[in-house]
């Protein structure tokens, strides 16, 4: 087996490497209680928006998160924890 050209490796290295890291696994443990506003996310890990908007960006750019706008009025963005990415051998 060629490491280099396995994806599904690479895929689960890059979800290990953005957990790796406390500041995104509490965003992450944060969500598993249900979705929030960046802002609500912010005030509960007290995090700054520039650092809070860095983790959500890296989370989201190996799948853990995705953000949505609120059905009441659609001005609102929420973030949400996805719950079936793969971080285990299948």
């Known amino acids: 087996m060629d490491i280099e050209l396995n994806a599904g490796l690479r895929r689960r290295a890059a979800v290990h490497a953005a957990l790796g890291d406390p500041g995104r696994l509490a965003v992450v443990d944060a969500l ?15 995090m700054t928006t520039n650092l809070l908007a860095h983790h959500l960006r890296v989370l989201q750019e190996v799948g853990l998160v995705r953000r949505h ?19 285990a051998d299948p």
């Open 32 to 46: 598993a209680w249900g979705d929030a506003s960046p802002g609500e996310l912010g005030r509960r890990l007290g």
């Open 69 to 87: 706008r609120s059905e009441g009025d659609r001005r609102r963005t929420y973030v949400a924890l996805v719950r079936d990415v793969p971080v």
